[in-house]
């Protein structure tokens, strides 16, 4: 079973970018599905993107769509989220997930937090006006 470790967050003015990091433990990461969550306060906890075991296929929310990137490298058990253009309504701790998945699944992107089995200790995200 992996273990996640996200790294990278901070304060940052409205329109800045930042690149987060989630860097897992374990020999399975590579057939692992990864997602980025994200909880303000007083919110429920929202999916934000998520990318199959493949690298090959990713899904975003729509309000980060065409400004946050996911990407993975399998050899640094690593995933990333690139975060541009950044809004005050951005403001959250993030999460990194993992979800192990079997060779078929090789595109499959999970949307859900309930479909994630292993979560990070997550790490803040402030954006200032």
């Known amino acids: 079973q992996v273990q996640l470790v996200e790294s990278g967050g901070g304060l940052v003015q409205a329109g800045g970018s930042l690149r987060l990091s989630c860097t897992a433990s374990?020999?399975?990461?590579?057939?692992?599905?990864m997602g980025w969550f994200r909880q303000a306060p007083g919110k429920e906890r929202e999916f934000v993107g998520g990318?199959?075991?493949?690298?090959?296929?990713?899904d975003y929310a729509d309000s980060v769509k065409d400004r946050f990137t996911i990407s993975r490298d399998n050899a640094e058990n690593t995933v990333y989220l690139q975060m541009n253009s950044l809004k005050p309504e951005d403001t959250a701790v993030y999460y990194c997930?993992?979800?192990?998945?079997?060779?078929?699944?090789?595109?499959?992107?999970?949307?859900?937090?309930?479909?994630?089995?292993?979560w990070g200790s997550g790490t803040q995200v402030t954006v200032s006006s």
């Open positions: 374990g020999r399975t990461f590579s057939r692992c599905a």
């Open positions: 990318i199959s075991w493949s690298g090959g296929r990713t």
């Open positions: 997930a993992a979800a192990e998945i079997n060779l078929a699944g090789f595109r499959l992107v999970l949307l859900r937090a309930q479909e994630y089995k292993t």
